[in-house]
């Protein structure tokens, strides 16, 4: 099942008519960059797609340049290891991604297609992505009598 999807965003009637719809892709491919960078991808892409893995983890290659290579323009579940799809259905499906997403990059732009898919934003939004996942993993590994930490 696809998490996301490039033409979901794209094809809306909301999708700024002044964007490439490789635009609609942005935040995805920050996201899978993320994934790339935090060896939380899936078996698919750790043997057939190694080259391209490599060059994101470089930045040679961006997180969107690989989701529409590598992935067809969909995020799907196999893109994940089983630790990043737990974590992915808990941040990024949950709507809280975009909400970081927003915090981080989407200060001056009309709308959230409109950020610019470089480094410098992944470096902002690589930050809010860390501390939820640290945050997920502290509150996944308590045990039930410590609902107070």
């Known amino acids: 099942m696809a998490i996301d999807r490039i033409d979901w965003h794209s094809g809306a009637n909301d999708f ?17 960059a993320w994934v790339l960078n935090n ?3 899936g078996k698919l892409h750790q043997t057939d797609s190694v080259e391209s893995v490599a060059k994101v983890k470089s930045r ?10 590598e992935c067809d323009e969909k995020f799907w579940e196999d ?6 799809l737990e ?3 808990h941040y990024y499906e949950s709507n809280a991604y975009y909400g970081d997403y927003e915090a981080a990059l989407v200060t001056s732009e009309p709308t959230l297609y ?9 470096d902002k ?11 997920w993993r502290k509150s996944k590994n308590k045990k039930w009598w410590q609902f107070w930490q």
């Open 60 to 69: 040679e290659m961006t997180g969107t340049e690989f989701l529409i290579k």
């Open 125 to 135: 939004l690589s930050t809010y992505i860390d501390a939820a996942f640290n945050k």
């Open 16 to 32: 700024p008519n002044d964007l490439t719809p490789e635009a609609g892709g942005t935040h995805i491919g920050m996201f899978i």
């Open 114 to 122: 409109h950020v610019q898919d470089t480094w410098e934003n992944y």
């Open 87 to 89: 974590f992915a259905k």
């Open 79 to 84: 893109d994940l290891n089983p630790e990043g």
């Open 39 to 41: 060896n939380l991808e």
